[in-house]
C-alpha cells in the first residue's frame, strides 16, 4: 500500500501552505491583499504548482475583489486568510459587516460596479459566508 498522493508528491507541510494577513481597511489594502496573494502562490507554486495556469489568476481576482469590497462595504479592518486543501486553495476574508453579500446587476453606464460578486461565484468550486457577532468570513474554494 502507498502513502503516495495520486498526482505525486507528499502532501506539504500544513503551516508552508497557509498564510494569515491582517489589514488596516484602507484603500491601499486592496493592493496589498492582491500582493499577498501573489507571495503565497508563489510559495505554494514552488513545490505544488498550478494544474493551469488560469488558476493563479482566478485566485488573485478572487482575493482582489473581495478585498476591495470588503473596503467599500465593511467599516474598519479586514482580515485574509489563504490555505492550501488537497484539491485547491481556500480563501477566507473576514470583515466587520454582518450584512451578506449580494449579487448586485452590473450597470456599465453609472461608472461600472456589481459584477465582483458574480465573478466570485464564477471563478470559485464554492463560496459560503458565515455571520457572527464581529463581522463575517467568506469562504472561497478555488481549485489549484
Known sequence: MSTERRGGGIPPAEDSYERVFAFAGELQNVTE?????????????????????????????????????????????????????????HVTMHDTS????????????????????????TLCTQVSVIVHDEGKDIHAFLPW
Open 33 to 89: 491583499a492582491r500582493l499577498a496573494a501573489e507571495e503565497f502562490l508563489g510559495a505554494l507554486a514552488l513545490r505544488s504548482p498550478p494544474a493551469a495556469h488560469e488558476y493563479w489568476d482566478d485566485i488573485v481576482l478572487v482575493v482582489t475583489e473581495l478585498a476591495a469590497n470588503a473596503i467599500q462595504y465593511a467599516p474598519g479592518p479586514f482580515g485574509l486568510r489563504l490555505r492550501r486543501t488537497f484539491d485547491g486553495v
Open 98 to 121: 454582518t450584512v451578506r453579500p449580494r449579487a448586485r446587476p452590473f450597470q456599465p453606464g453609472t461608472g461600472g460596479g456589481g459584477i465582483g460578486w458574480h465573478l466570485v461565484h
